[in-house]
C-alpha cells in the first residue's frame, strides 16, 4: 500500500477516532443531531485550527496537513462534514479581512471558544449561479440592514459565526456580472433574535442542513470582510480550498469502503470458498482501488498548486469530481459485496454510502466541472 504524508497526525487522528465507533454515528444519524463531543475533541487536539496561523493561536500548517486530517477522518468511518467548513472558512477572514478582525476572532476560533462553521452563499432562486443571488444589504448608518434568504447552509444551528455573501450593488448596475458582492460576518447568537430565521431541511444524510430567511437584520458595517463589491473575488479561493478538502474526505471514504470489502471478501465463505477467490467478486474492488489511487493523484496535484499559492481552480474541480466518483464507485461495490449485510445499519456501510453520494452534488456538481474544464482548459464555446 502507498506510504501517506504526515504519518504523525494520521496515526493521531486514527486513535482520536478510535473514541468514536459506529454506534455512535448511528446514534446520531437515527437521531439527526450534530456530532458535539467528536467536534470538542478535535477542537481540543487542534485538529480543527491547522490551517490558522500560529500568530492567532493556530498551528499554521498548510493544506496538504488538513487534507490528511480529513482523509483519515472518513477512513475510521467517522464523517467529516462538520469539520472541513471549520477549516476553510477562516481563509477568507484570513486572507482578506483586517488585522482587527482576525485577532479579534481568529484566535478564539482556533481554541474553539466561537465556531466559525458556516458559509452563506447559495440561494433558492440563483442556485450556483452565485452571481444572481438576490439577498441585499444596504448600507443605514453604521450597519447594513439585511433582507433575502439563503438554503442549503450547512451548520448554521451549529455555529457562532457565519461568513455571509450578499449584493451591495444591484447586478444590473455592476459593470461586471462578479462586482457588487460583498462579504459580511454575522454573529448567529445575536442574529437568530434579531432578523434571521433558521429552518432545519431534513435530508437522505445528518447533514444539518438549513434554510435561512433575513428580514431587516441589521450588521455592523465592522463586520465588513475587506472592501464592499469585491466579495465574489474573496470567496473564490476558500472554495478551492473547500473542493480540496472534500477531495481528501472522498478519497478517505473510498479506502475505507475498499479496505472493508478486501476484509469481508477474503473472511465471508460461500460454497465452501471466500467469495474474494471468485474474479467477479475481486476485480471490482481492484478496479476501485486503481480509481481511487488516480483520483489521489489529482487531488495531490491540486493541493501542491494551492500551498504554494498557483492558481488551481480547474485543478481542485478535477480533484473534487475524481474523488466523489471514486468513492461512490466503492462503496457501490463494498455493498455489493456485502449483498443484504451491506444494507444493514450495524455495518456502517449504507451510512457512509450516503454521506459520500453528497460530493457528486456538492458543493459543485459533477455537471459544473466539466462545463468549466471544457471552457477553461479546453477553450470551447460557453453553454451559458
Known amino acids: 500500500m502507498k506510504k501517506r504524508s504526515y504519518p504523525e497526525i494520521r496515526d493521531a ?7 468514536f465507533d459506529g454506534a455512535y454515528w ?21 485538529y480543527l485550527s491547522i490551517l ?12 496538504s496537513a488538513a487534507a490528511a486530517v480529513l482523509e483519515e477522518i472518513q477512513f475510521a468511518g467517522c464523517n467529516g462534514s462538520s469539520c472541513h467548513a471549520q477549516m476553510y472558512i477562516m481563509g477568507t477572514l484570513l486572507r ?13 476560533v482556533a481554541s474553539g471558544e466561537l465556531r466559525l462553521q458556516a458559509f452563506g452563499v447559495t440561494e433558492p432562486s440563483s442556485g450556483t449561479d452565485t452571481t444572481r443571488i438576490r439577498t441585499f444589504a444596504e448600507r443605514d448608518g453604521e450597519n447594513y440592514i439585511v433582507n433575502g434568504s439563503k438554503v442549503w447552509i450547512s451548520r448554521t444551528e451549529h455555529s457562532d459565526l457565519m461568513l455571509l455573501l450578499v449584493r451591495t450593488t444591484p447586478r444590473e448596475e455592476c459593470e461586471k456580472r462578479t462586482d457588487g458582492m460583498s462579504v459580511l460576518l454575522v454573529d448567529l447568537r445575536e442574529a437568530a433574535a434579531n432578523g434571521l430565521t433558521i429552518k432545519p431541511i431534513r435530508t437522505m444524510m445528518n447533514h444539518s442542513s438549513t434554510e435561512l430567511f433575513f428580514d ?5 458595517v465592522e463586520n465588513l470582510v475587506g472592501e464592499e463589491g469585491k466579495g465574489f473575488r474573496y470567496i473564490l479561493d476558500g472554495m478551492n480550498a473547500e473542493r480540496i478538502l472534500i477531495a481528501a474526505e472522498c478519497i478517505g471514504d473510498a479506502r475505507y469502503f475498499i479496505d472493508r470489502a478486501s476484509k469481508y471478501s477474503s473472511d465471508r465463505e460461500v460454497f465452501g470458498n471466500p467469495i474474494g477467490k471468485n474474479q467477479g467478486v475481486q476485480f471490482p474492488i481492484a478496479r476501485a482501488y486503481v ?43 463494498c455493498i455489493q459485496t456485502y449483498g443484504g449485510y451491506g444494507f444493514a445499519e450495524e455495518y456502517d ?26 471552457t477553461h482548459d479546453l477553450g470551447m464555446p460557453k453553454s451559458f
Open 13 to 19: 487522528v486514527a486513535k482520536l477516532c478510535a473514541d
Open 52 to 63: 490558522i496561523p500560529e500568530e492567532y493561536g493556530g498551528s499554521g500548517q498548510p493544506l
Open 349 to 374: 456501510i449504507e451510512r457512509k454510502f450516503r454521506e459520500t453520494r453528497l460530493y457528486q452534488v456538492a458543493p459543485i456538481s459533477t455537471n459544473l466541472i466539466l462545463s468549466h474544464v471544457a
Open 216 to 220: 431587516d437584520l441589521p450588521v455592523p
Open 26 to 46: 448511528r446514534n446520531l444519524d437515527t437521531k439527526r443531531q450534530y456530532p458535539t463531543e467528536f467536534i470538542k475533541s478535535l477542537s481540543s487536539a487542534g
Open 96 to 108: 482578506h479581512g483586517s488585522e482587527e478582525q482576525k485577532r479579534r476572532y481568529l484566535p478564539k
Open 291 to 333: 480509481q481511487m489511487r488516480a483520483a489521489e493523484a489529482l487531488v495531490s496535484e491540486a493541493i501542491a498548486l494551492f500551498d504554494s499559492g498557483e492558481p488551481c481552480g480547474s485543478e481542485a474541480n478535477m480533484a473534487k469530481m475524481a474523488a466523489s466518483e471514486a468513492s461512490w464507485f466503492a462503496g457501490d461495490t
